[in-house]
């Protein structure tokens, strides 16, 4: 089974701080994905990157960006954290025309 | 732009009672129509994907069906359990736009014992 793991399930930030959430994937997946979750929107697509050192932007890229140095290794950082980036994000990766695989979710808090 | 829209919102249900859960698709060009299913405080499980050349997708109780003129995706749950409760959201994955997969905002079904 393809596991996707999000670093952590539950981290609080302030107004203001660099944060960094971290995706390993152990499929060998080239597409990963950075997405987050709010009630009444859906998912949100942030970055994705199709293989080692490429990425794309999403629909709702300002104020964040990505690194990708490892293929099972997907980054998302927060420049400069703020309340409205208070989220649930998901991490997906996929390779092909196979569905997407998705961590368990990391539940920003930003104070 | 593509928009995806699941009605309704919210669903309560008997137990054993067969169901369907709707999604609406704005934009025909679609690469393939998938739905999931979402647990409270967790990630996203792929249940079915519907290729645009399929009309419909079965696994154990569940079967999706794709009519892209129509813009329309159906999941049928039969014999529902208390175990189905979870949030169903469907996704659009459109041609062009490379993987920018659109995701409605998600039916949560509560199936009572």
């Known amino acids: 089974d393809v596991k996707v793991t999000q670093s952590s399930r539950y981290l609080v930030k302030r107004t203001g701080e660099k944060v960094f959430l971290e995706c390993v994937q152990d499929m060998d997946h080239e597409n990963m994905f950075w997405y987050r979750q709010d009630p009444g929107l859906g998912l949100r697509l942030i970055y994705f990157s199709y293989d080692v050192k490429m990425k794309e932007k999403g629909d709702i890229p300002e104020g964040y960006s990505v690194s990708r140095e490892k293929k099972e290794r997907f980054s998302l950082i927060l420049e400069s954290a703020s309340t409205n980036q208070t989220s649930m994000y998901l991490c997906?990766?996929?390779?092909?025309?196979?569905?997407?695989?998705f961590g368990d979710g990391t539940r920003l808090s930003i104070l | 732009k593509q928009e995806v829209t699941q009605i309704p919102a919210a669903l309560s249900v008997p137990e054993g009672e067969n169901l369907v859960l709707n999604c609406s698709f704005t934009d025909s060009a679609i690469y393939n129509l998938q739905w999931f299913r979402q647990d409270p405080g967790k990630g996203l499980t792929s249940l079915l994907l519907i290729q645009s050349s399929q009309r419909e997708q079965t696994s154990g109780r569940l079967n999706a069906s794709l009519d892209k003129s129509s813009g329309r995706s159906t999941l049928y749950i039969a014999a529902s359990q208390p175990g189905d409760s979870a949030t169903y959201l469907c996704?659009?994955?459109?041609?062009?736009?490379?993987?920018?997969?659109?995701f409605g905002a998600g039916t949560r079904l509560f199936v009572k014992a």
């Open positions: 997906a990766s996929t390779t092909g025309n196979q569905p997407q695989h």
């Open positions: 996704a659009a994955e459109p041609y062009t736009g490379g993987f920018k997969t659109i």
